[in-house]
């Protein structure tokens, strides 16, 4: 593992690529999200991933649970009450930026996002609100990826584009790389040998590598209907992304947020990076992700220098020994 903990790292370079081009991610806007799972279905068509059960979990519109071997994009649904903190919050943001009535029930800031009320719930037959925070996870595809640091037979590897892609006819199914990855992105498909495609083996997204070879966008990015995912050169998009951020800000929205763009977080920035509207706890994501072979290094010095000092008290006790 090389490269600079701190600073400004191209992972592809980084790699060994010659002359590269530049690198490509996605920025996920989750505030423009609906919900609508297009990303999930054009994902799972063009990468021919298996279904994975489509059974309703009891969480919402839910019906995938999470990222893994054959969910490779994953659509949260996260419903908040006005009596949640964040949405208190956002409403005293927005009261002061002169967008609500002082007095008011509801929120006053409008997020573009879905709200409707369960029958009988409010009283006096008053609709209550609530809002959706809805948004596709995916994998980061990390600057310093701990599943590919730890993978023994070279089956993950880093693309010209920066990316990381599990290549299925080396992975032996070790399972190094699901305990190497701090987003709990990346599994082993379950499945029986010779009826499910891939079982056994680690699988994850890949940014659609074929697809980014023949100068064309990844598919979920291609379906989403409001660009709420969004495929571009990673710098640019980090741009785009911060101003959206202002304008959301400038709207009384503070409570918007960007998670995985810095590039001096404990991954080195992620190549898909999102907008969120709450704290990432909230979307089921680790507030300062840590690559998980960071310190590799330090361990093993330490250990070689415990081993040499024990060594060295052997020797000591050996020639002591000596008339």
């Known amino acids: 593992m090389s490269g600079s903990w701190y600073g400004p790292v191209d992972p592809a370079p980084d ?6 081009p530049p690198r490509v991610g996605f920025f996920t ?13 054009a994902c799972k068509e063009w990468n021919a991933v298996p279904d994975d059960g489509f059974e309703m979990l009891g969480s919402s519109y839910d019906n995938s649970g999470a990222l893994g071997a054959s969910t490779w ?24 930026a002169g967008r609500a009535a002082p007095g008011t029930d509801s929120t006053a800031v409008d997020l573009g996002m879905p709200s409707t009320t369960l029958p009988g719930e409010a009283p006096g037959g008053e609709r209550t609100d609530f809002r959706w925070l809805m948004a596709s996870n995916v994998c980061k595809h990390c600057t310093h990826a701990g599943c590919l640091d730890v993978c ?23 399972g190094y790389c699901v305990a190497g990855c701090p987003f709990g992105v ?51 998009l980090r741009e785009r992304a911060q101003a959206r ?18 590039e001096g977080d404990g991954v080195g920035g992620a190549g898909a990076f999102f907008l969120l509207l709450d704290e990432p706890e909230v979307y089921g994501l680790p507030p300062d992700p840590v690559v998980t ?27 002591g020994r000596r008339p």
Not at 15 to 20: C, R, T
Not at 166 to 171: A, N, T
Not at 245 to 262: C, F, K, N, P
């Open 15 to 20: 790699a060994g690529w010659q002359a590269p």
């Open 29 to 41: 806007d989750t505030s423009i999200c609906i919900g609508c799972k297009a990303c999930e279905v």
């Open 73 to 96: 994009r994953h659509v949260m649904f996260i419903e908040q009450s006005p009596s949640s903190d964040v949405l208190s919050r956002t409403a005293d943001s927005a009261l002061s």
């Open 152 to 174: 023994p037979t070279g089956a993950l590897f880093r693309t010209e584009f920066g990316t990381v892609v599990v290549q299925d006819d080396i992975c032996n199914g070790c």
């Open 186 to 236: 990346i599994d082993r498909r379950i499945g029986q040998k010779g009826e499910t495609k891939n079982a056994g083996i680690a699988q994850k997204c890949t940014l659609c590598y074929d697809r980014l070879k023949d100068d064309l966008v990844p598919a979920c990015a291609k379906a989403c209907p409001t660009t709420s995912i969004q495929f571009g050169e990673l710098d640019e």
């Open 245 to 262: 951020v202002e304008q959301l800000h400038e709207r009384g929205v503070t409570s918007a947020r960007l998670y995985g763009e810095d």
């Open 293 to 319: 072979t960071r310190d590799l290094p330090t361990m093993w010095w330490r250990a070689g220098a415990a081993a040499a000092l024990m060594l060295a008290g052997a020797v000591s006790a050996f020639v």
